[in-house]
């Protein structure tokens, strides 16, 4: 049985310490999203990393954090009901860094079928019902106010 020698050992297990911080490097992308008139912030967002599950939605005052992103360049989509959908190509994600995008979105008409209002779901009468209410001697005599039988 052959033993390996220390400094082969030595070079395995730096490979591997070297290996695995290569592989395990991750950023961050960081941005706020707002409207481009008005420049209001813009709540609820969707943002994805195209070509991966990652993603997140803006909070309440337009910002975003998408949190561990491998090193490499990607493109972020921004989507959100009643804006134009926007991609930011080229987003450099570098090894234990943020990445800042900012982002304007442009508001966009949203077309539907057309709606047909048509009157009341009840057909109209032209007589109107009179109304006849009967009240007992005894339910008058009772009534609130009434000096009958006293």
């Known amino acids: ?12 297990l730096l490979l591997a310490i070297f290996a695995e911080t290569t592989l395990a490097q991750t950023g961050t992308i960081k941005g706020r999203v707002v409207d ?6 813009l709540i ?15 909070g309440p005052d337009g910002t975003f954090l998408i949190p561990k992103i491998p090193v490499g360049s ?4 921004f989507s ?3 804006y134009q959908q926007f991609s930011k190509t080229d987003v450099i994600v ?13 508001m ?12 009341g779901y009840f057909p109209e009468s032209d007589e109107e019902p009179t109304s ?15 000096d009958w039988g006293y």
Request: overall charge positive.
């Open 44 to 58: 609820g967002v969707n943002i994805i990393v195209v070509g991966t599950h990652m993603g997140a939605a803006t």
């Open 108 to 119: 966009s008409p949203i077309e539907m079928d057309e709606i047909s209002v048509t009157a």
């Open 132 to 146: 006849v209410v009967n009240y007992s001697y005894e339910e008058i005599r009772r009534a609130p106010g009434s």
């Open 1 to 12: 049985m052959r033993t390996m020698s220390v400094p082969l050992i030595i070079s395995i």
């Open 94 to 106: 570098r090894p234990e860094r943020i990445t800042y995008v900012n982002v304007e979105l442009k």
């Open 36 to 41: 481009a008139n008005t420049k209001a912030s």
């Open 80 to 82: 959100y009901i009643g």
């Open 74 to 77: 990607y493109v972020l989509r």
